[in-house]
């Protein structure tokens, strides 16, 4: 039987920590988002990377305790958070992710996302799909067709996800999902005029050398 956190995050890829954040810390964290988002000008490409750099808000939320002891367990003893996004979808921004891994992105070591709802998603508003257990098959080859202008120039083909194995990933605000950097994944598109906000923080094992990421300037140790 699958108990602890860590069994299901080595199953699965990923892990889901409900109700992480609290109603109020979800709502502060949207208001400080949407005030930052405001100050640089909010963009159509719908993610914005740096939210600790710019708020010390969100530099808190990343050290959360609770968030920090879940990710020991995974990750170890040492645990550093690299650097952070705000993916945010509406009625005029409404792009869904492809199917990708994020380890083509970054390389290295292994990295841990926790993507966190700051509003209720589901399919219709454009929550992440994964293909549970995907993390096994190691870094897959990422050719697929990028042509369409939404970034993500990594991405798996379409006949490389098998739907009958897909998992849709319905989330109510405050809750969080520890994923997996091979952890097969995507978004629906938000064809529901409603928002969906995700903050995206990601993590690596202290104690494992990498490049110099040139994304991670806001990068601290959060396990003391
Ligand atoms: O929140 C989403 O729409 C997914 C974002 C995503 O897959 C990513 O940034 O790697």
Request: some cysteine; glycine content about 8%.
């Amino acid at each position: 039987m699958v108990t602890t956190f860590k069994e299901q995050f080595d199953l699965q890829g990923y892990v889901v920590l409900p109700q992480l954040f609290s109603q109020e810390e979800i709502r502060m964290l949207k208001e400080e988002a949407r005030a930052v988002l405001d100050r640089i000008g909010m963009n159509k490409v719908g993610v914005y990377v740096g939210m600790s750099i710019a708020s010390g808000m969100f530099k808190t939320a990343a050290a959360k305790p609770e968030l920090v002891a879940a990710l020991k367990e995974i990750i170890g003893d040492s645990v550093i958070f690299l650097s952070d996004k705000i993916v945010y979808k509406n009625a005029s921004t409404d792009f869904g992710s492809p199917w990708h891994q994020d380890y083509p992105y970054w390389e290295g070591s292994h990295k841990f996302s926790v993507w966190i709802a700051l509003d209720d998603a589901a399919p219709a508003n454009g929550c992440l799909r994964v293909v549970p257990g995907s993390h096994l098959l190691g870094a897959v080859s990422h050719g697929g067709d990028a042509s369409d202008g939404l970034g993500f120039d990594n991405r798996l083909g379409r006949d490389e996800i098998d739907e009958s194995q897909v998992a849709d990933l319905h989330a109510t605000k405050g809750d969080a999902i520890i994923f997996h950097d091979l952890l097969f994944h995507s978004s629906y598109r938000n064809t529901s005029g409603h928002d969906r906000w995700a903050l995206i923080s990601t993590y690596k094992d202290g104690t494992l050398e990498d490049p110099d990421y040139p994304w991670a300037l806001a990068a601290f140790t959060v396990s003391g």
